[in-house]
């Protein structure tokens, strides 16, 4: 589904020595976000290594409702370092319209998996039904936004109680 019950406050985010405006013109909506977020292919997902070195790697995933749903191999990198500590980042595809979404992952459990199956396979055209391993979904606590030709005026700080 498309609906979302996020409301984000919308702010300029502290970049000190970048020249970014201080008004709120030119903030970008959560609109704008979701709708990149959603779009989206393959995304960039940065995890930390228990010795605390970060993990970077390429995922497929779906924004649906309030969250970030990604599915990963149970013994991959990205797993055992979630399982040490669930913060991670999640980022778009496009650099020139950048969404990055700073979180938390939780499971997900048995009930919410059909609608994932069916997610995925609409915007993936495969089927991960039958691959027997965990879904997550990245609850997020701050997100990030910009227009890389015109950075200064639309960089824009989403933050989630």
Known sequence: TLKTTLTPKTERPNIP???????????????????????????????????????????WGLWLEDGFYFSTGKNSRKAKNLAV????VVCSDDSAEAVIVEGVVE??????????????????????????????????????????????GTATRWMFS
């Open 107 to 152: 499971s997900v459990g048995t009930e919410k998996l059909r609608s994932l199956f069916a997610a995925y396979k609409k915007k993936y055209e495969f089927d991960v039904s039958g691959m027997g391993e965990p879904f997550y979904r990245i609850r997020p606590r701050v997100a990030f936004g910009l227009l890389e030709k015109k950075f200064t």
């Open 17 to 59: 020595g970048y020249g970014i405006a201080k008004s709120k013109k030119g903030l970008l909506p959560w609109k704008w976000a979701l709708d990149r977020l959603r779009k989206s292919r393959q995304y960039w997902i940065a995890t930390t290594r228990p010795d605390g070195a970060p993990h970077v790697m390429v995922i």
């Open 85 to 88: 500590n669930p913060r991670c």
